[in-house]
């Protein structure tokens, strides 16, 4: 007789098989959401970085395929783990989601992106002035005084999801710079505030 296999996310006691695909979405940051004790609006993670945690193999993931056993718990893993899994119908549903989910995705981030670069986008506006200051890529428009900024809305109007992925990576790469660029400075604004505080405490207790 031969011995019964165990569905992966069985013997890693996530549930019963047979298991079920309920949904996929992506997750990375920066997420916003508001903290439920202050009211306040809060964002966490960086730019691109996957916000979300596989149940299986505790990775961070992006993309996070939300399953149901046979029992009724639910969990989040990664695709990858469950081509893992060796279960046809389950690899075949979350396969077709996940290239669903993709599409969708990558649309809204090349238009997300043709946002960014319009003239009067003030969140675009570092990116905007960066890409305006570099030449076009084609040397004889940039001898006519075009810019990278010009041929990166060309090609968001122009060229297909490959062509605009590049761009909307380029964008958010200024972007993230830039962010980071200001957090730097405010932590150096807040070490100096602090250094300046503790001295006029000290020549305020040096009177007393």
């Known amino acids: 007789m031969e011995p019964t296999t165990i569905h992966p996310f ?6 019963r098989a047979p298991f079920r695909l309920v949904f996929v979405e992506e997750r990375r940051g920066p997420i916003r959401y508001v903290d439920p004790k202050t009211g306040i609006e809060m ?4 730019p691109g970085q996957p916000m979300g945690s596989c149940a299986y193999c505790a990775t961070g993931i992006a993309t996070c395929c939300g399953i149901l056993s046979a029992d009724g718990k639910r969990f989040i893993v990664g695709s990858d783990c469950v081509r893992k899994t060796g279960q046809a119908s389950l690899i075949e549903n979350t396969e ?17 992106t043709r946002e960014l670069l319009q003239d009067g986008n003030a969140e675009g506006a570092v990116a905007r002035d960066a890409l305006a200051a570099m030449p076009h ?5 940039a001898e006519l005084g075009k810019s990278e900024l010009d041929y990166a809305r060309w090609i968001l109007g122009h060229a297909g999801a490959a062509g605009g992925t590049k761009i909307a990576r380029k964008v958010e790469k200024l972007l993230a710079g ?4 200001d957090a730097r400075d405010e932590r150096y604004e807040a070490e100096v505030d602090g250094i300046a505080a503790a001295r006029d ?6 009177r007393d």
């Open 10 to 15: 069985e013997k890693a006691g996530l549930g």
């Open 43 to 46: 964002t966490c993670g960086s």
């Open 96 to 112: 077709r989601e996940v290239r669903k989910l993709k599409k969708a995705t990558t649309a809204a981030r090349i238009g997300r």
């Open 137 to 141: 890529p084609n040397a004889r428009l």
């Open 178 to 181: 830039a962010a980071e660029r």
């Open 201 to 206: 405490d000290e020549r305020a207790h040096g």
